[in-house]
Protein backbone atom coordinates (compact mmCIF):
# COMPACT_ATOMS: atom_id res chain seq x y z
CA UNK A 1 0.00 0.00 0.00
CA UNK A 2 2.80 1.99 0.99
CA UNK A 3 4.58 2.35 -2.77
CA UNK A 4 0.86 2.74 -4.43
CA UNK A 5 0.74 5.86 -2.25
CA UNK A 6 4.64 7.17 -2.52
CA UNK A 7 3.60 6.52 -6.72
CA UNK A 8 0.23 8.31 -6.33
CA UNK A 9 1.74 11.39 -4.97
CA UNK A 10 4.68 11.34 -7.11
CA UNK A 11 2.90 11.71 -10.05
CA UNK A 12 0.56 14.59 -8.86
CA UNK A 13 1.85 16.16 -5.29
CA UNK A 14 -0.99 18.33 -5.31
CA UNK A 15 -3.87 15.73 -4.31
CA UNK A 16 -5.86 16.18 -1.82
CA UNK A 17 -6.72 12.91 0.76
CA UNK A 18 -9.86 12.45 -0.62
CA UNK A 19 -8.57 12.46 -4.31
CA UNK A 20 -5.83 10.16 -3.30
CA UNK A 21 -8.72 7.68 -1.47
CA UNK A 22 -10.93 7.80 -4.47
CA UNK A 23 -7.85 7.01 -6.93
CA UNK A 24 -6.94 4.21 -4.94
CA UNK A 25 -10.20 2.67 -4.27
CA UNK A 26 -9.80 2.46 -0.40
CA UNK A 27 -12.82 1.68 1.98
CA UNK A 28 -10.82 3.77 5.00
CA UNK A 29 -11.14 7.20 6.59
CA UNK A 30 -8.93 10.29 5.60
CA UNK A 31 -7.45 10.25 9.20
CA UNK A 32 -6.36 6.89 8.20
CA UNK A 33 -4.74 8.37 5.01
CA UNK A 34 -2.72 10.96 6.92
CA UNK A 35 -1.37 9.01 9.25
CA UNK A 36 0.22 6.37 6.52
CA UNK A 37 1.68 10.01 4.97
CA UNK A 38 3.35 10.75 8.33
CA UNK A 39 4.88 7.75 8.66
CA UNK A 40 6.10 7.86 5.16
CA UNK A 41 7.77 11.46 6.15
CA UNK A 42 5.26 13.74 3.96
CA UNK A 43 4.00 16.34 4.63
CA UNK A 44 1.25 18.93 3.01
CA UNK A 45 2.87 21.96 2.06
CA UNK A 46 2.69 25.49 0.62
CA UNK A 47 4.44 25.55 -2.50
CA UNK A 48 6.72 28.61 -4.01
CA UNK A 49 6.19 28.28 -8.55
CA UNK A 50 8.62 28.30 -10.40
CA UNK A 51 7.62 30.20 -13.31
CA UNK A 52 9.02 28.89 -16.56
CA UNK A 53 11.12 31.30 -18.64
CA UNK A 54 8.26 32.71 -21.32
CA UNK A 55 11.54 34.48 -23.48
CA UNK A 56 13.87 31.87 -23.84
CA UNK A 57 15.49 31.62 -27.06
CA UNK A 58 13.73 28.22 -27.93
CA UNK A 59 10.34 29.93 -27.06
CA UNK A 60 11.14 32.98 -29.34
CA UNK A 61 11.69 30.43 -32.16
CA UNK A 62 8.77 28.50 -31.62
CA UNK A 63 6.92 32.16 -31.16
CA UNK A 64 8.35 32.87 -34.84
CA UNK A 65 7.60 29.60 -36.37
CA UNK A 66 3.75 29.67 -35.50
CA UNK A 67 3.49 32.98 -36.99
CA UNK A 68 4.79 32.16 -40.17
CA UNK A 69 2.83 29.03 -40.18
CA UNK A 70 -0.25 31.63 -39.44
CA UNK A 71 0.86 34.00 -42.45
CA UNK A 72 0.19 31.26 -45.02
CA UNK A 73 -3.42 30.21 -43.75
CA UNK A 74 -6.10 31.70 -46.26
CA UNK A 75 -7.37 35.33 -44.43
CA UNK A 76 -11.27 33.90 -44.81
CA UNK A 77 -10.38 30.68 -42.76
CA UNK A 78 -7.90 32.61 -40.50
CA UNK A 79 -11.05 35.03 -39.34
CA UNK A 80 -13.63 32.19 -39.53
CA UNK A 81 -13.63 30.93 -35.93
CA UNK A 82 -12.07 33.74 -33.69
CA UNK A 83 -12.72 33.49 -30.24
CA UNK A 84 -12.25 36.61 -28.23
CA UNK A 85 -10.87 36.63 -24.77
CA UNK A 86 -10.92 39.77 -22.36
CA UNK A 87 -7.97 40.11 -19.92
CA UNK A 88 -9.97 38.84 -17.08
CA UNK A 89 -7.73 37.29 -14.68
CA UNK A 90 -9.72 33.51 -15.71
CA UNK A 91 -6.56 31.47 -13.69
CA UNK A 92 -5.68 33.68 -11.09
CA UNK A 93 -6.45 31.51 -8.57
CA UNK A 94 -6.50 27.71 -10.62
CA UNK A 95 -2.65 26.77 -8.95
CA UNK A 96 -2.87 24.88 -6.40
CA UNK A 97 -1.14 26.71 -3.50
CA UNK A 98 0.05 23.20 -1.16
CA UNK A 99 1.44 19.94 -2.08
CA UNK A 100 2.63 16.61 -0.47
CA UNK A 101 6.70 16.43 -0.28
CA UNK A 102 8.86 14.74 2.28
CA UNK A 103 9.47 16.46 5.27
CA UNK A 104 12.79 18.18 5.04
CA UNK A 105 12.81 19.27 1.38
CA UNK A 106 10.96 21.62 -0.30
CA UNK A 107 8.33 21.47 -3.56
CA UNK A 108 8.71 23.89 -6.27
CA UNK A 109 6.64 23.14 -9.33
CA UNK A 110 7.45 25.11 -12.30
CA UNK A 111 4.39 26.50 -13.74
CA UNK A 112 2.34 24.77 -16.52
CA UNK A 113 3.23 26.54 -20.19
CA UNK A 114 0.35 28.08 -21.60
Same mark, same amino acid.
Given at each position: ??????????????????????????? #???????? %?? *?? @? /????????? &??????????? #???????? %?? *?? @? /????????? &????????????????????????????????
Amino acid at each position: MKIKLVETINDDSTICIDDIIEKLHLS #VDTSTVLR %WL *QK @I /NHTWKLTRL &IPFKRNDSDVK #VERKSYCE %WY *QT @I /NPFQRYMNI &IYLDESPFNLQMIQTNAWWKKGKTTNPVLPKK
